[in-house]
């Protein structure tokens, strides 16, 4: 294989894969239930994991899995972990931790750290991430439930997740060209510095250093690096000629929203499909505590479904995450919200639904996990969209569409149910 990716969360694995789908590689994205059948003999395989706030060692331990996985396939050119373009982690990880577990597993001695992507105004500039033109921390992110954004400085939050140097590659490196990059990472690499936040402010940075970390064993970023990958390829004959492009079958019958995301997009998008669409919103605090509280909502969904698309989702305005929060913890809250979901997504399959759009890294997951997805082929990333196509294989399809809570216009859970 020339990529074996592992995203930390779902939309970010169905995310990449569908770009690489889209630059002409045949691409899969897999659970934790694939074995090396799944995944088939394609170009990428992008491993989705649930591990991006789980612990350190509950997420390592995925990692070695996907990894065992990898090898048993005969390996790949480049092992790259997708991360968010926010550089999603908490105080103790993950993407330290599971960046060592790489680094040391494929003997990389260096490995760069790209979150940048640039088409949704996530920019990396000496070493800070930005929002536009706020820092991180002073973006909304910063309120994040699950992993607050506090500090700016992408050197300082990784330094404080591994034991190993990190150092930065500056902008005036990278718009250097390749032979400054190659200077700078062997420079760093001299000092004992095994990693390397990299600077990108736009799309010409990420093609600059994609020239040149696509030959590192180890790489890591969000996905938008990887997009610059294909045409590299192909200038060295390394990419397989496709003789024909295979489209995602259709998938017919019910499809429902589901939304665990506390993004404020999402909120909107949901308001937006309320005006349509019949939407129940669950009470972490009352379905904790009353078990009727469920099966007047399984009710509701079996009455409405007879009607026509529906959403479901968790309480998220801010008022309500505190309350639960207060109740539960942050994590578990989150928890709570997952799990309650995932029993919806099943409840929702077995009543013949085929088509899920789950707005949410973490309840994308969850759901996916629920209903024990092995595998699923994915369609060609569409820039804007905010969500990514994938549909199971075998002989009883389901289709996906999984979005990141932040992304999307306000009229795509509409637009994505009509299509």
């Keep these: 294989m020339l990529l074996a990716a592992i995203a930390d969360d779902f939309t ?7 770009l690489m789908v889209r630059e002409g590689l045949s691409a899969r994205m897999v659970t934790r239930h694939a074995d090396a059948a799944a995944i088939g003999d394609v170009d990428a395989v992008v491993f989705a994991l649930k591990s991006r706030v789980a612990p350190a060692s509950e997420a390592v331990a995925g990692f ?3 990894c065992d996985l990898i090898d048993a396939k005969g390996g790949a050119r480049q092992v790259f972990f997708k991360y968010c373009a926010t550089f999603d982690s908490t105080p103790r990880g993950n993407i330290g931790p599971c960046a060592d577990y790489l680094a040391e597993r494929y003997g990389a ?15 990396v500039y000496q070493g800070h991430l930005f929002y536009a033109d706020q820092l991180i921390s002073r973006s909304p992110k910063r309120l994040d439930p699950l992993t607050p954004m506090k500090n700016p400085n992408l050197v300082e939050v990784l330094q404080a997740q591994t034991r190993h140097p990190v150092g930065l590659i500056r902008h005036e490196d990278v718009i250097g060209g390749a032979d400054t990059l190659r200077a700078r990472a062997a420079a760093l690499e001299a000092e004992g510095k095994r990693y390397a936040i990299c600077d990108a402010v736009d799309n010409d940075d990420l093609r600059r250093l994609a020239q040149v970390c696509i030959d590192w064993p180890v790489m890591t970023g969000g996905g938008t690096i990887t ?16 003789t024909s492009e295979t489209a995602l079958p259709r998938v017919e019958g019910p499809a429902v929203v589901l939304a665990g995301s506390c993004a404020e997009q999402t909120r909107a998008q949901l308001d937006h499909f309320e005006q349509t669409h019949p939407v129940l919103r669950l009470d972490l ?27 479901v989702a968790v309480q998220s305005s801010p008022e309500a995450v505190a309350e639960a929060q207060q109740r539960f913890g ?9 799990k309650l979901l995932g029993r919806v997504a099943i409840e929702l399959h077995r009543a013949g639904v085929r088509r899920f759009v789950v707005a949410g890294g973490e309840t994308s997951g969850a759901v996916l996990e629920a209903l024990k997805v092995k595998a699923l082929d994915t369609g060609p990333y569409i820039a804007g969209a905010g969500a990514a196509q994938a549909v199971t294989r075998g002989a009883d399809p389901v289709s996906f569409h999984l979005k990141s809570g932040k992304l999307g216009s306000v009229d795509m859970f509409s637009r994505v149910i009509a299509g």
Excluded at 12 to 18: D, F, I
């Design 12 to 18: 970010g694995g169905l995310e990449l894969a569908s």
């Design 285 to 311: 605090l009352d379905m904790a505590d009353n078990a009727g509280a469920i099966e007047k909502a399984s009710a509701w969904m079996h009455e409405k479904l007879r009607h026509g698309p529906l959403a």
């Design 227 to 242: 997009e610059h990958y294909p045409a590299l390829w192909r200038a060295r004959s390394q990419l397989r000629t496709r």
């Design 330 to 338: 942050r994590k578990g809250a989150g928890r709570r919200g997952e």
């Design 64 to 66: 070695a899995k996907a």
């Design 109 to 123: 001695g260096f490995v760069g750290f790209c979150p940048a992507f640039p088409d949704v105004k996530r920019t």
